[in-house]
């Protein structure tokens, strides 16, 4: 089975007519008439049936053109690779990073890719809010990963998003709004209120802020730490509670609850970004390997 024979089935597929499938080839219709045959032989079954009106593909070869497809992309990625891997200039790929929703997904992700594309040099920069604001312009990433909003005004960068996480109130396991039906945000306001440091993480300190207001209330003591592990650690403890994207339960195990919110800011999408004019070819083959992770039903959270 040679890359010829399902180049020339994948292309006589798309037409249903010899003919012009030799003309999108450049070689005569005997040529490739021959080579479907010998592909034929080679799998033990019809591909075609033909006859003096039409060629229609057989069940066999429904079935087998998703497969001579994937054995084509497959071939193509294994020759760029060696091409790339033979080539004596290295190439990098400059990915910047919001540590606080990208951690339950992105580490997997890079590992996947390096697999993938060994000849790649990845260089893995976190930011906070305020330096992904300020290095977006600057054009000195290749890859954004960051709150969507964090793009919405770069008219430079191409965007999509990744998932959408949604605010929990979190709270011990033997808080009394652990085991109620209906939160009670008065009681809530009057507790501890435990929350990221602004000038830490300040996107997720102004999200969190904005929660409370929509369920109209003000926490009266706020004690800033410094770190995400922190707070839910103190709040573990039963010093009181927080409010946090749910995904921290993936990488902070833990007998907290976590209680969903509801209202205009309960959510946060996580997207990633890149440079549209860049000729970087690294860039597009970890674009395409979200896609075929999404494909495949593989999410990449």
């Known amino acids: 089975m040679t890359y010829e024979q399902l180049e020339y ?6 037409h249903l ?3 012009e499938a030799a003309k999108e080839l450049y070689i005569t219709q005997p040529a490739i008439s021959h ?3 010998a592909l034929e032989r080679e799998l033990g079954t019809r591909l075609f049936t033909r ?3 039409r060629v229609l593909l057989t069940k066999s070869g429904e079935l087998f053109l998703e497969d001579a497809k994937r054995m084509l992309d497959m071939m193509e990625r294994a020759r760029e690779r060696i091409y790339l891997a033979d080539d004596s200039s290295e190439l990098s790929l400059h990915i910047a990073y919001l540590l606080a929703p990208c951690q339950s997904f992105l580490p997997s992700l890079v590992r996947q890719f ?4 060994p000849q790649v040099n990845i260089t893995l920069t976190r930011m906070d809010a305020h330096n992904i604001s300020d290095a977006l312009p600057q054009e000195k990433h290749d890859l954004f990963f960051s709150v969507s909003r964090d793009f ?3 008219n430079e960068y191409a965007s999509r998003t990744l998932f ?3 605010f929990c109130l979190i709270c011990a396991d033997d808080h009394p709004c652990a085991t109620s039906s209906r939160i009670d945000f008065d009681k809530i306001a009057s507790e501890t209120f435990f929350m990221l440091d602004p000038e830490i993480g300040p996107f997720m300190a102004k999200q969190t802020l904005q929660v409370c207001r929509a369920h109209h209330f003000q926490p009266h003591d706020i004690r800033y730490l410094d770190s995400m592990d922190e707070v839910l650690f103190c709040t573990e403890a039963g010093l009181g509670v927080t409010i946090l994207p749910s995904k921290n339960q993936i990488f902070y195990p833990s007998s907290l609850v976590y209680l969903p919110l509801d209202g205009p800011h309960a959510q946060m999408t996580v997207g990633v970004a890149w440079l549209q004019r860049s000729e970087n070819p690294a860039i597009s083959w970890f674009l395409q390997m979200l896609d075929e992770t999404e494909c495949e039903g593989k999410s990449p959270v």
């Open 35 to 37: 080579q479907i045959s």
């Open 51 to 53: 006859s003096t009106r």
């Open 9 to 14: 089935f994948v292309i006589t597929a798309k």
């Open 114 to 117: 390096r697999h993938r594309h």
């Open 17 to 19: 007519n010899f003919s």
């Open 164 to 166: 959408t996480d949604t």
């Open 152 to 154: 919405d005004t770069q």
